[in-house]
């Protein structure tokens, strides 16, 4: 039984957001990434990229997805050009340091290399939503802590509150907004979201 909650609570932690050999993007220990882009066959604006930080010991490394981006449900994650791949990085904190193309046949293969901007807001953007799992008080309290700027959205409500958490109880959390204080159940969240890290 004990196993069963290790591993239920292990794959909460990897099922929210974007990852990279299971690590989400913006948690990434490093300060340089290169991103090899290559066009998909008869697919000229889709594109399947690798990235390398320095995990990457062989070619069994590559092959074992460690240099693919993995959406929520642990697949590659879809971008749409190049553009679409910088745009998704830069929202998770890195900025296009410079790019390279390499001809190969009738292919081009982009070598885009990024670093990592200095920025804390960065380091930990993420969501979590009752669509990609259950909100419990490990999932809010491996993610979140009190003093950081979120957002808020209820599972009755089509407002979305902007506010600061104060506390994080056993079964609800309590958000300071507009000098007034709001407590919600984590069975009434439809999604949390990290504005700004305090």
Do not use: C, W
């Not at 590559?62 to 959406?71: I, R, T």
């Not at 410079?98 to 993420?126: A, C, D, L």
């Not at 009434?188 to 979201?193: L, S």
């Amino acid at each position: 039984m004990k196993n069963i909650l290790y591993l239920l609570l292990l794959l909460s932690y990897f099922s929210f957001g974007q990852t990279l050999n299971g690590i989400p993007i913006g948690e990434l220990d490093a300060k340089y990434i290169e991103i090899v882009g290559t066009s998909k066959f008869l697919k000229f604006f889709e594109v399947t990229i690798a990235v390398n930080y320095g995990q990457i010991g062989d070619m069994r490394d590559a092959m074992d997805q460690k240099s693919s981006v993995l959406d929520e449900n642990g697949k590659p994650y879809p971008f749409n050009g190049m553009m679409g791949v910088v745009n998704f990085f830069a929202d998770r904190g890195y900025k296009l340091e410079f790019t390279y193309p390499i001809n190969h046949g009738n292919s081009n293969v982009y070598h885009y290399i990024m670093v990592k901007e200095h920025n804390p807001e960065y380091k930990r953007r993420f969501k979590l939503s009752r669509n990609s799992g259950i909100i419990t008080l490990n999932t809010i309290k491996s993610k979140f802590k009190n003093e950081d700027l979120i957002s808020l959205k209820t599972l009755n409500g089509p407002v979305v509150l902007e506010g600061i958490i104060k506390n994080i109880f056993e079964d609800r959390i309590e958000i300071y907004s507009d000098s007034r204080s709001f407590i919600f159940n984590f069975n009434q969240i439809d999604f949390i979201e990290l504005i700004k890290s305090s």
